[in-house]
């Protein structure tokens, strides 16, 4: 058989991810177009930077305290290196997954990040938009500057999209969300378990700067029927009519300051209609809890280090959470990922797929909607590209063999 006989022919439904490298050296090279957003990992936050005003810039490259964890999760990355394989037939890749019995094009999702309209006026609806044209499902945050109607619109009949919930202390709220969600066809539901309180965050300390105490990023409540009918019976008044009064009313709720417990799960699986996954599981035997609370799956994140300070790299824990639940609840990571080799990592210590956010967030920064759509497309093509060149043609390939642990003393994080 000769060489070009054994080539396997590419999947017909798989996406050429990596081809975008093909085309940002073509329209270099003969129409002298550069790239808008840098394709470097390590020079994105920095040109995000120079496009935002100091508190959107703030909120987002912050974290909680001295940004401790947020080093904990890039170090983790650094810790595990690739371990490639020679002749193997990975010409065509095919990074398509299979997550709550929905094929999807390949194993990033948009994580949820809220009050998007202080990065660029393209918010939430471009971001959904440009997610749905790359095949990438969209997570929706409870702290959106835009409805939840208005989003689903955006991303489209064939757009996927899941929602997330800051959990609500007032039940009515919460099953009126939930509700929202399910008629603008959002598929799955991320219950965020580490964020019933806003964090320390020295950053927005120092600026003064919390964007819901004025509105910005309350739409999902208030666009709400109920908490609408709450405030005006309450209050005597339309949130228009009191827009910082209905603001601080619906971060009382929503960030309360109370924390929820496992067997309040129950009220969300009564009232959801379709896979439960837990965002913020960090432990081995909180993901054991969640087997038993009978969800559908779990997250392991610490929330990107925005939370807690000094706390252990959601990497580190991704290993030990996968042994512990097996196949009984599927497996997503989250935090710290910068490039397609971080996604690689994840999936081959067990995840069945991973969350983006900050890369994104800048690329949104830079050249709104186009500029998102554009960091993804690096990140896509990026792991496209770096699981050819490691021997890995299907996400099914990733696994242990690949990569190794490796602590070098010289290893630093990098790209916060």
């Known amino acids: 058989m000769s060489a070009t006989q054994a080539v396997q022919d590419p999947h017909p439904k798989a996406r050429n991810y990596g081809a ?32 935002l005003g100091s508190r959107s810039y703030n909120y987002v ?62 918010k939430e609806t471009g971001v959904a938009e440009i997610a749905a044209d790359l095949g990438v499902p969209y997570i929706l945050s409870t702290a959106s500057s835009a409805s939840i109607e208005d989003v689903a619109k955006a991303n489209g009949e064939h757009g ?10 007032d039940d009515d709220i919460t099953v009126s969300l939930l509700s929202r969600a399910r008629a603008a066809g959002y598929t799955v539901l991320v219950v965020t378990l580490d964020t019933w309180a806003l964090s320390w965050r020295p950053w927005d300390l120092d600026g003064a700067y919390v964007p819901f105490m004025k509105g910005i990023g309350d739409q999902t409540g ?12 309450k209050h005597g008044k339309e949130v228009e009519e009191d827009v910082q009064g209905a603001a601080l009313e619906w971060q009382k709720d929503v960030f309360s300051g109370a ?37 559908d799956g779990i997250i392991c994140s610490n929330h990107g280090g925005r939370q807690l300070d000094g706390a252990v790299g959601s990497l580190e824990m991704l290993p030990e959470i996968v042994e512990a639940v097996g196949d009984k609840v599927t497996v997503l990571f989250d935090s710290g990922v910068r490039t397609g080799v971080d996604v690689i ?15 994104w967030v800048y690329g949104l920064a830079i050249a709104g909607k186009q500029g998102a759509k554009d960091a993804l497309k690096g990140i896509l093509a990026d792991l496209d590209q770096s699981m050819g060149l490691s021997g890995i043609r299907t996400v099914a390939d990733c696994d242990r063999s690949m990569i190794r642990r490796c602590q070098y003393p010289g290893d630093r994080h990098s790209s916060n």
């Not at 073509?26 to 020079?43: E, R, S, Y």
């Not at 996927?160 to 609500?168: A, G, I, T, V």
């Not at 208030?222 to 709450?230: A, G, I, L, Y």
């Open 20 to 51: 975008y490298q093909s085309e940002i050296y073509a329209h270099g090279m003969f129409n002298n177009i550069l790239p808008t957003v840098t394709m470097d990992p390590n020079k994105l936050e920095e040109q995000a930077k120079k496009n």
């Open 61 to 122: 490259a912050g974290g909680a305290g001295e940004r401790a964890t947020m080093d904990a999760n890039r170090l983790a990355f650094r810790q595990w290196k690739m371990v490639p394989r020679m002749l193997r037939q990975t010409t065509h890749r095919d990074l398509r997954v299979e997550l709550f019995g929905q094929t999807y094009d390949s194993p990033l999702l948009v994580a949820p990040v809220g009050v998007q309209q202080i990065f660029h006026e393209d």
């Open 160 to 169: 996927h999209r899941w929602y997330q919930l800051y959990w609500p202390q």
């Open 222 to 233: 208030f666009s709400d029927p109920v908490f609408r009918r709450k405030f005006a019976d």
């Open 259 to 295: 924390a929820h417990t496992w067997d309040q799960l129950e009220l969300l699986k009564k009232n959801w209609a379709g896979p439960i996954v837990l965002k913020g599981i960090q432990h081995p035997d909180d993901a054991l809890k969640a087997v038993e609370a009978g969800v």
């Open 345 to 359: 990592k994840a999936l081959c210590l067990g995840a069945k797929a991973v969350l983006i956010g900050r890369p």
